[in-house]
């Protein structure tokens, strides 16, 4: 019928905190559990596989210091008949079609290996930066690997429940900025404190920004929300878009500020003034009295703080 068909891809980001998903279970046993998370993941990518032949879905772990596709894994590339294959055979197994059974296994087993996985240091934060830039390679091949007349629309949601680390801003505000350019929408449903770095990735981008109310209904959330492609969202009544807080985090403690210094090497921000840049070692030329620093610039002003 129509001479182009239009392949939607869906890539995941699942924050797998340890810290963050380790707490939840001591704080409260009624509190959504990472396999249960991983059940409504799950769920959910199914759903997406199902809504269209074409479909595509990938899932990335964001670890504290790795990111690592949970699905497709490495070997068979994705776009290669390995999938397809199994697509249209519909055997079912244990009741669910062969794609949908190897999908959930992969996610499985990667999952379980990244968990039992060597020990190491763990963090409070997670590297949400590295993921989201693997996301965007990941859409990128896939792109250039497409077919003739294949048209990829290409997404990315984020679920994120640690909190966020001002040492990824720059990272982050990057690779906000390549989505945008690339046309790929980033949205983010988030289980625990906003997000001031994916509130603005979803405004950037023209995504969807959630910080759902009950963790425990979590697929509900991804299934009503997340689920409808992007084109079909201006015919939803989905959840109104909330105020994005524009404010920069100071590099050096982490508040949001309104005015303060700025870097003119590396666009680091900060609350107070330094000679010496903390994130790229720059260090300032004075050429009048130290003094004329103490004068406050706009951060939205890219210029020399002398
Ligand atoms: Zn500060
Ligand atoms: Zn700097």
Not at 12 to 24: C, L, Y
Not at 195 to 209: R, V
Not at 240 to 250: E, N
């Amino acid at each position: 019928m129509a001479a182009e068909e239009e392949t939607s891809l869906l890539v995941v980001i699942i924050d797998v905190n340890p810290v963050w998903w380790g707490q939840r279970k001591l704080k409260d046993e009624n509190d959504l559990s990472f396999s249960q998370c991983i059940d409504s993941l799950l769920i959910f990518i199914n759903s997406h596989l199902m809504l269209h032949h074409l479909n595509k879905v990938a899932v990335i772990a964001s670890h504290t210091n790795r990111s690592q596709f949970l699905y497709p894994t490495r070997e068979p590339s994705p776009s290669s008949q390995d999938v397809d294959e199994s697509r249209y055979q519909n055997i079912p197994r244990d009741g669910k079609y062969e794609h949908f059974a190897k999908v959930d296994d992969t996610v499985f087993k990667e999952v379980k290996q990244l968990i039992t996985g060597q020990e190491e240091e763990l963090h409070s934060d997670t590297l949400l930066a590295g993921s989201l830039a693997m996301a965007l390679c990941y859409i990128h091949r896939l792109e250039k690997e497409a077919a003739a007349g294949e048209k990829l629309k290409p997404r990315v949601l984020v679920i994120k429940a640690a909190d966020d680390s001002a040492s990824q801003y720059m990272d982050f505000m990057n690779i906000i900025f390549t989505a945008q350019k690339q046309n790929i929408v980033i949205d983010a449903c988030i289980l625990d404190k906003e997000s001031g770095l994916l509130q603005q990735a979803c405004d950037i981008t023209g995504g969807i920004y959630l910080k759902i109310l009950q963790r425990t209904g979590l697929l509900q959330y991804l299934l009503w929300v997340f689920l409808p492609p992007v084109k079909t969202r201006s015919k939803l009544a989905l959840p109104p878009a909330i105020h994005v807080d524009y404010r920069a985090a100071c590099f050096c403690h982490r508040t949001l500020i309104d005015i303060g210094y700025v870097c003119s090497v590396c666009l680091s921000i900060f609350c107070t003034f330094s000679p010496i840049c903390t994130t790229c070692h720059t260090a300032f030329k004075f050429r009048g009295p130290p003094m004329r620093a103490k004068k406050k610039k706009k951060i939205t002003a890219v210029e020399n703080v002398i």
